[in-house]
Each structure stands twice: as structure tokens, then as C-alpha cells.
């Protein structure tokens, strides 16, 4: 059953579809999470409810949509909502029975609405990947570290797992000369960025007393997931510059939110992204170039009259970010310093397999929560530990094939995909970061596939030309 024959059987669904695809819709799901996350503060376990009604709307809209883009904002909302429960394995668990619905509509959605499955051109790459993962540890781990809960979640979800939404994505997912996959995947990253800005500011007004007594940023245990959230993001803000400069106030913003977080990936690698943005933006587009450069003196001559308050107030991400470098936290060492070095002993003793991904031996460095795993926290070093040489080459493999795809064609949308996946992956150097499934992965082998969609389809040439338009003028 192709998607036309689907749509005339179903024409009375075509009002819903265009209603949950369109902005309106968008601003409800907004809505609905800001209003979940704000009751959070006051009623720890309304988060539950707010699980299930995501839960539920994806599933409606599985079996309702053709459509797959209109689930990737409900269900990265949700993400964002959940990284603020921390150690919450055992709350959680008692909603398993929500994979019944969830799993249930995307069996109803792939079948009903099925497509001829494509491999995708990144399909060997994902799959020598798939097979590091897989059998990383052999030799090294026993048997029930890989079958366990845990170890199935983080191997099938960073291996075949992902390789099988890589090859559901590139078959359903489509770019027609009515629809962008470039436009409807910008909306949905610029709305997550908008999304995170609003969970730090009710953050603060919700800690303002701290704010003041402190004269500082204040502790918040998401800084690293939300940063990375910020720096999927921020690139597409810039991005939205090709159309409307002033969206450039909007990646200023997100960059700003970074800082509050206290996060120190967030504040070197958020740091250099939005640098890349900036100059990217100030070398494309020549007409405001002046009032960009004009802006960016403004900012700096102030900032210097602002140095001594800027340090006072976010002085101690700073103070860690030099124990990071220096290798210390008062007398003792770095714990990640110490599992970087941990990283390469486990590497000399399995360094075809590596020592597995589920690998419990670490934990005397740094005591993961419940069904977490006991990261490196450095993704190079993830490798090497966990898969050795035969994870180096299949990770290596991947890590060329996304960039060829991505440098295939040089539009802006596609500078856009690689600025927000490398920083991404510089973020992956001191967090887990990309091997976390959900959400980081998957958006990851998402931006992948729109990327290669895009590419046949010829779409963003529009972006192109506007700027050589204004170029000529």
C-alpha cells in the first residue's frame, strides 16, 4: 500500500493532518510540556502524567499521520522534560506498560502506511558500527552483561537498533515539492531551542533566591544534557539568519542559555559553535555584514567595561573548567581524568574487542546511577575501551560517511547539519553524548537521512539563490 492509496482512503483525516503539522499544533505541544515541567517544581511525580499523555499523542499520531515529522517534536519535548529526573529508574519502571501503545502505533503505522524499505547510503557505515558495538567485550565480559536490561538498551540501541530507524527513516520520511524536510526540521530544532531557553528561566525564577544569595549561576543537575540540547539547536537559529537576520539574536540567546546552565563542555565546545555561527553567518550574507560587525564591536567594547562582573557571575564554571584541564578537584583527581586514563588501560588488555560497552569494572571511579552505564565520557575513548581496534574502524567508517554525505553538497542547510553534528561530537568528548540512543543518537541518524533526502531532492537551492539575489543588490 503506497501513501496515495493511503490518503484516499482516508481523505477525512486530511484537516488533522494539516492541523499537526502546522505551527498552531506546535505551540500546543509547547504549551502542554512548559506546563508539565513548570508543575514539576511544586509536584515532583505530575512529570508521570505528563509521560503518559506524550506517550499517548505520539501513538494518536502514528495512526492518524503518514507522516513521521509530526512525532519528533512531541517526542524530543518529552526528552527534554524527563533529563530533569535524575536516578528516576525506579519510578519509571512501573510505566513499562507504556512501550504497549507506543510500539503497538508504530507497528499500525509501518504497516498501514508502508514503504519499500531502502538501505540508505550510510547503511554499511551504521553497520560496521553496529557490529563494533555488538561484540565489543567478547572474550573479555561474561555472557549476562550482554543480555541484560541495560545491556541490551545501550548495545541494540547504539548498534542494530539504530542501524533499523537509520534504514524505517530514509524509507519513510520524504522531500516533494510540497513539503521540506529542511523547513519542517528547522521549525521543530529552533521550537527545542525556545523549549530549553524557557527551562532555564523558570529554572532561575524558580531558584531566584539562590540567584542573589549566590550573585552567580546555580547548580543544576541537566546542565550537560541541556547544553547539548542548546548545541543541537543553535545552528538552525543562525541558520533562519538567511531569511531574517534578527534570528541571530536567537542563537545569541541560546548560547547565553548555555552559560546558565554551568555546564563546561557547554561553555568551550557551546563557545566554539557559536563562534563557527557567527563567522559563517558574517561571511554569507554581505548586505548586513556592516551592522553584524557594527553589533559584534558593540558587544565586545561593553563587555570589557563587564569583564570583572561576567567572571564574578559565571566564575565557577570557569574554576572547573581549569581543574578539567589541570587534572584536579582539590587533592584528588578529576574523576573524568581518571577514567580517560582508565580508558587506555582497558584498552591494552582487550585491544581487538575492547572491553565491552556494559563493562562494570569502572564503577570504582565513578559510581553510575541504576541503569546507567559507567561511562568514559569521552566518546574517542569510548572507542578504544569498549571496542577496540575493531570499534576504531567501524567508528571511524561511520564518522567519514556521515561527513561525505553531509559535504556532498555545500548548501547552507547542509553546513547548518555539520556545524550542529560536530559540536555535538565535541560535546561527546567529555559527556556520553552520542552513545546515549535517546534522544542524542537518534537525532543524530535523523539529521543523516533529511541531509541525504535533501540532497536528492535538490532542496535549500532556494536559500542559494536568495542570497546571491541579495548578493546582487
Same mark, same amino acid.
Given at each position: ?18 492541523f499537526v503539522s ?13 506546563? #508539565? ?8 511525580? #505530575? ?183 542548546f548545541m543541537f ?64 564591536? #558593540? ?27 589541570m587534572g584536579l ?145
Amino acid at each position: 500500500m503506497d501513501s496515495s492509496v493511503t490518503k484516499e482512503k482516508l481523505p477525512s483525516l486530511k484537516p488533522l493532518r494539516d492541523f499537526v503539522s502546522g505551527k498552531w499544533f506546535d505551540l500546543i505541544v509547547f504549551l502542554l510540556a512548559g506546563t #508539565v515541567y513548570i508543575c514539576s517544581f511544586f509536584e515532583y511525580n #505530575v512529570v508521570i502524567p505528563g509521560l503518559i499523555a506524550f506517550c499517548f499523542l505520539i501513538s494518536f499520531l502514528l495512526i492518524v499521520c503518514e507522516d513521521l515529522m509530526t512525532t519528533t517534536l512531541p517526542f524530543l519535548l518529552l526528552a527534554m522534560m524527563l533529563i530533569k529526573c535524575y536516578d528516576s529508574y525506579s519510578t519509571f519502571i512501573g510505566y513499562v506498560w507504556l512501550a504497549i501503545p507506543v510500539v503497538g502505533s508504530l507497528l499500525f503505522h509501518f504497516i498501514f502506511y508502508r514503504q519499500k524499505l531502502k538501505m540508505g547510503k550510510c547503511f554499511w557505515a551504521i553497520f560496521a558500527a553496529s557490529v563494533a558495538t555488538t561484540i565489543g567485550g567478547i572474550g573479555y565480559l561474561p555472557w549476562q552483561n550482554f543480555i541484560s536490561l541495560t545491556g541490551f538498551y545501550y548495545i541494540f540501541g547504539c548498534g542494530f537498533g539504530m542501524l533499523l530507524v537509520y534504514v524505517l527513516l530514509s524509507s519513510y520520511l520524504k522531500a516533494t515539492d510540497e513539503y521540506s524536510l529542511s523547513d519542517k526540521l528547522t521549525r521543530i530544532m529552533v521550537i527545542v531551542g525556545l523549549f530549553g531557553v524557557f527551562m532555564i528561566v523558570t529554572y532561575y525564577l524558580y531558584n531566584l533566591d539562590t540567584v542573589f544569595a549566590k550573585r552567580g549561576i546555580i547548580y543544576m543537575q541537566m546542565r550537560n544534557n541541556l547544553s547539548t540540547f542548546f548545541m543541537f539547536s543553535m545552528p538552525f537559529a543562525f541558520y533562519k539568519t538567511a531569511k531574517n537576520p534578527y534570528y541571530s539574536f536567537l542563537g545569541l540567546l541560546f548560547f547565553f542559555c548555555i552559560l546558565l546552565t554551568g555546564s563546561r563542555g557547554g561553555l568551550i565546545f557551546g563557545g566554539i559553535e557559536f563562534f563557527i555561527c557567527v563567522a559563517f553567518v558574517v561571511g554569507i550574507d554581505k548586505k548586513h555584514r556592516i551592522p553584524y560587525l557594527s553589533i559584534i564591536i #558593540v558587544i565586545l567594547t561593553v563587555s570589557m567595561f563587564f569583564v570583572q562582573d561576567f567572571y564574578h557571575f559565571f566564575g565557577h564554571t570557569f574554576d572547573r573548567v581549569i581543574s578539567l584541564i589541570m587534572g584536579l578537584h582539590g587533592n584528588e583527581q578529576e574523576i573524568r581524568v581518571r577514567l580517560f586514563k582508565r580508558a587506555i588501560i582497558d584498552f591494552k588488555s582487550s585491544p581487538i574487542f575492547g572491553t565491552g560497552l556494559t563493562n562494570p569494572m569502572n564503577r570504582d571511579i565513578h559510581h553510575s546511577t541504576k541503569f546507567a552505564l559507567c561511562w568514559y565520557h569521552c566518546e574517542p575513548l569510548q572507542i578504544i575501551g569498549s571496542f577496540g581496534i575493531i570499534g576504531v574502524l567501524g567508528y571511524g567508517y561511520q564518522f567519514i560517511k556521515r561527513l561525505k554525505i553531509i559535504l556532498k553538497r555545500t548548501t547552507i542547510f547542509n553546513i547548518t547539519i555539520f556545524v550542529s553534528y560536530i559540536a555535538v561530537e565535541l560535546m561527546s568528548l567529555v559527556n556520553p553524548g552520542v552513545f546515549c540512543p535517546v534522544p542524542y543518537l537518534f537525532l543524530v541518524t535523523m539529521f543523516i537521512v533529511i541531509v541525504e533526502k535533501c540532497n536528492e531532492k535538490g532542496e535549500n537551492e532556494e536559500i542559494e539563490i536568495y542570497h546571491k539575489k541579495r548578493r546582487i543588490k
